[in-house]
T-cell receptor, first 115, second 116 residues
Framework: AAGVIQSPRHLIKEKRETATLKCYPIPRHDTVYWYQQGPGQDPQFLISFYEKMQSDKGSIPDRFSAQQFSDYHSELNMSSLELGDSALYFC????FGGGLGNTIYFGEGSWLTVV | AQSVSQHNHHVILSEAASLELGCNYSYGGTVNLFWYVQYPGQHLQLLLKYFSGDPLVKGIKGFEAEFIKSKFSFNLRKPSVQWSDTAEYFCAVNGRSGGGADGLTFGKGTHLIIQP
């Protein structure tokens, strides 16, 4: 069965550069979530989208932005990268608005290393 | 590679019943263990976590979990559930090898429905 696809899986950038992570949700899923997990830390919720609109916002830095496109894929744009942005970025998708049964599926994550 | 197995995909309980959700993991090294909850329409929230020390971990909202290393288990428990506990629960493991983390692996989740 199709899963949540994230790309790239690994990315190395220098400080002050820009990075873009992509997330392709499971077909027919209309909600996308982004999480950041720093080394040895808990995943932190960044932002979510439902039907291409931002639905919830967590601890996303102002240097980051994200959007969901008409085909429901999402991109996380990170500018002016800092060493502390080095982390594993998870994307997840689900069907929203269905009440219970709103199973969330996670991608395998994108490793970002800032040097 | 690390993996997480949650035994029950759907659990239905009545209010005031006791809860235990099973979680087993597979990893050859040191692990950090987590339970997350997702309420309908919301994002993941951390219930509790185990890094080291006392294997009985207490979290928010009356939840607790016990790490049993010999069984590779980290079951979630609550003595008396409430209707508001209706949600999806995820067990997750974060392996630690060498100097870095292997990333977080989640189980497939358990739908918990509490009937009034």
């Amino acid at each position: 069965a199709a899963g949540v696809i994230q790309s790239p899986r690994h990315l190395i950038k220098e400080k002050r550069e820009t990075a873009t992570l992509k997330c392709y949700p499971i077909p027919r899923h209309d909600t996308v979530y982004w999480y950041q997990q720093g080394p040895g830390q808990d995943p932190q919720f960044l932002i979510s989208f439902y039907e291409k609109m931002q639905s919830d916002k967590g601890s996303i830095p102002d240097r980051f932005s994200a959007q969901q496109f008409s085909d429901y894929h999402s991109e996380l744009n990170m500018s002016s990268l800092e060493l502390g942005d080095s982390a594993l970025y998870f994307c997840a998708s689900s069907v929203f608005g269905g009440g219970l049964g709103n199973t969330i599926y996670f991608g395998e994550g994108s490793w970002l290393t800032v040097v | 590679a690390q993996s997480v197995s949650q035994h029950n995909h759907h659990v239905i309980l009545s209010e005031a019943a006791s809860l235990e959700l099973g979680c087993n993991y597979s990893y050859g090294g040191t692990v950090n263990l987590f339970w997350y909850v997702q309420y309908p329409g919301q994002h993941l929230q951390l219930l509790l976590k185990y890094f080291s020390g006392d294997p009985l971990v207490k979290g928010i909202k009356g939840f607790e979990a016990e790490f049993i290393k010999s069984k590779f288990s980290f079951n979630l428990r609550k003595p008396s559930v409430q209707w508001s506990d209706t949600a999806e629960y995820f067990c997750a493991v974060n392996g630690r090898s060498g100097g870095g983390a292997d990333g977080l692996t989640f189980g497939k989740g358990t739908h918990l429905i509490i009937q009034p």
